[in-house]
């Protein structure tokens, strides 16, 4: 079993920078990590992704503002958000991929507002 645990979402002012991290634990290593999120009355929508080979994978929306980093050994996954913008406020996931089971964290909240 694997558990990822968020952290890193707050209040933001439009401009400014977050760093969102995510945690995994258990013993099954993660081929995939990345982030979804969510706004509210909108689907979920991939932000970005990252292979075990570090193979990243963005939104089109983020693409410049966002950088997806991670840990193989520790297997954590951060996202650094700069030049946040009123668009990206939702709740942000982390997942984990492996094989054909897809784990989620509880999600952390983002909001871009001044």
């Known amino acids: 079993q694997v558990q990822l645990v968020e952290s890193g979402g707050g209040l933001v002012q439009p401009g400014g920078s977050l760093r969102l991290s995510c945690a995994a634990s258990g013993s099954i290593f993660l081929d995939a990590m990345g982030w979804y999120r969510q706004a509210p009355g909108k689907q979920r929508e991939l932000v970005a992704s990252i292979t075990g080979e570090g193979i990243t994978n963005y939104a089109d929306s983020v693409k410049g503002r966002f950088t997806i980093s991670r840990d193989n050994a520790k297997q954590t996954v951060n996202l650094q958000i700069n030049s946040l913008k009123p668009e990206d406020t939702a709740v942000y996931y982390c997942?984990?991929?492996?094989?054909?089971?897809?784990?989620w964290g509880q999600g952390t909240q983002v909001t871009v507002s001044s």
């Open positions: 997942y984990g991929a492996a094989l054909t089971k897809t784990y």
